[in-house]
């Protein structure tokens, strides 16, 4: 079935370390890939995504890389602050939905 | 333009009372979507709506009924309250382009069954 796994479940940085999350998923038709930010208490919110015809996408410190043959894909942030510390969330798509992954908890200490 | 609106934000029931919970989006958006996000996990699919008038079940759909009468609303009724049904609930919705779209969530409902 549709399956999105996400690795590490926490990740633990000093500020101005770069942070790495990688995800793979199961379903080859999979061609829309998100990643979302969850603070605590709040919504999910979208900070970038990346579709299947691309293989990289930048915006500032973020930055996402899709391997369509290996099935996987990776959010990468760079110069990390306080700010960033939350739960991060990968998504890919399968029939009619997005299929999550379990999340990330990213903590950056001063 | 509000995005998407859950109401209420917080509720506690008591075992076995019903309830509804509303999400409205004013972005004229064809999919709409109900999920669960317990403490310390990800979120779980209930049911979701690929357009007004249909529904579909997702990974975790017992004790859970949807209807979208209205293309911007989607209700999540719960019949029969259980404990195990405490939560967060997140509405989201996306865009007519398919489930290759953002989705945008609203602020959750926290529902606490005593």
């Known amino acids: 079935g549709e399956n999105v796994e996400q690795h590490p479940s926490t990740l633990s940085v000093q500020e101005g370390d770069s942070a790495v999350i990688k995800c793979t998923y199961s379903d080859s038709a999979s061609n829309y890939f998100p990643w979302y930010k969850q603070e605590l208490g709040k919504r999910p919110q979208l900070i970038i995504d990346?579709?299947?015809?691309?293989g990289e996408k930048k915006d500032q410190r973020i930055a996402v890389t899709l391997n369509k043959t290996a099935k996987h894909f990776s959010l990468h942030i760079t110069e990390t602050q306080p700010e960033d510390s939350a739960v991060y969330f990968c998504?890919?798509?399968?029939?009619?939905?997005?299929?999550f992954g379990t999340g990330t908890r990213l903590l950056v200490s001063p | 333009n509000a995005g998407v609106t859950q109401t209420p934000k917080f509720r506690v029931l008591k075992t076995g009372q019903s309830m509804t919970l509303l999400c409205a989006q004013d972005m004229n958006h064809e999919y709409m979507y109900w999920y669960r996000q317990d403490p310390g996990m990800g979120l779980r699919l209930i049911h979701y709506s690929v357009g007004e008038g249909t529904t579909a079940k997702g990974e975790v759909p017992d004790g859970y009924n949807v209807s979208r009468l209205k293309k911007q609303n989607f209700l999540l009724g719960l019949e029969s309250a259980a404990p195990s049904q405490t939560s967060v609930y997140f509405c989201a919705s996306s865009y007519s382009g398919g489930v290759a779209q953002p989705q945008h969530f609203g602020d959750g409902t926290r529902l606490s069954i005593l």
């Open positions: 990346i579709r299947s015809n691309v």
């Open positions: 998504a890919a798509t399968g029939f009619q939905k997005l299929v």
